[in-house]
């Protein structure tokens, strides 16, 4: 079965820095795309991030320059260092993973991210 596990998410101040990791298991990690999803309470959820497995990014313009995703497929997991970060960055961040049929198929649980102003 499909898991993915998140960690890394917690309090920080305005302009401070957090990693998140993502954990998978259960699939041929190395062959499919992973991406990080936030959801703030009160908006939609928006893509923050995917790379595929080639390695191509690609961010969504609110993190561009700030953010950034990579992948270890030795350890199955995928991060997001997440630098400069701003209040409005304050939302549950949701690790996906295996994109098919127009839609990201699997979920984590998700980690919650605090900014402070």
């Known amino acids: 079965q499909v898991q993915l596990v998140e960690s890394g998410g917690g309090l920080v101040q305005a302009g401070g820095s957090l990693r998140l990791s993502c954990a998978a298991s259960?699939?041929?990690?190395?062959?499919?795309?992973m991406a990080w999803h936030r959801q703030a309470p009160g908006k939609q959820r928006e893509l923050v991030a995917r790379v595929d497995s080639g390695g191509s990014t690609d961010y969504a313009g609110s993190v561009k320059g700030r953010f950034t995703i990579s992948r270890d497929n030795a350890k199955n997991t995928v991060y997001l260092q997440m630098n400069s970060l701003k209040p409005e960055a304050t939302a549950v961040y949701s690790c996906?993973?295996?994109?098919?049929?127009?839609?990201?198929?699997?979920w984590g649980p998700g980690t919650q991210v605090s900014v402070s102003s």
């Open positions: 259960g699939y041929t990690f190395s062959s499919k795309s």
């Open positions: 996906s993973a295996v994109f098919s049929g127009g839609r990201w198929l699997y």
